[in-house]
């Protein structure tokens, strides 16, 4: 049963921009840390970013800082959200949304960094991005 399920993706020009958005009627979003991962061919996956269940902890790997942004849907909790902006051929892959609770403090969930697969239980299938002239 798929879980969670992206869509998006597609294919840009280098310095283009994409939206991701992660949905599902199965798992309820709001009650999970979300992240977004990926993972390009012949290279493992890595976490890009995540959001706690509070939005203000937000994580992002180093080589996508100041470019993508994980946000939550204000309407409607049950999305997620990858704005990737000035997207390079470095950073085409299948990107899959996930969702977990990592750690938990303060009456919320949280990521933990660096941002690992185990710590996720619910998946999508991903989408592909893939950047290039």
């Known amino acids: 049963q798929v879980q969670l399920v992206e869509s998006g993706g597609g294919l840009v020009q280098p310095g283009g921009s994409l939206r991701l958005s992660c949905t599902s009627s199965v798992v309820t979003l709001k009650d999970y840390a979300v992240a977004w991962f990926r993972q390009a061919p012949g290279k493992e996956r890595e976490g890009v970013a995540c959001?706690?269940?509070?939005?203000?902890?937000?994580?992002y790997i180093e080589s996508v800082r100041g470019r993508f942004t994980i946000s939550r849907d204000n309407a409607n909790r049950n999305t997620v959200y990858l704005h990737m902006n000035i997207l390079n051929p470095e950073d085409t892959a299948v990107y899959y949304c996930?969702?977990?609770?990592?750690?938990?403090?303060?009456?919320?969930?949280?990521?933990?960094?660096?941002?690992?697969?185990?710590?996720?239980?619910?998946w999508g299938l991903g989408t592909q991005v893939t950047v290039s002239p």
């Open positions: 959001i706690s269940t509070s939005d203000p902890d937000l994580y």
């Open positions: 996930a969702a977990g609770r990592p750690s938990y403090f303060l009456n919320e969930y949280r990521c933990l960094v660096p941002i690992r697969s185990h710590e996720y239980n619910y």
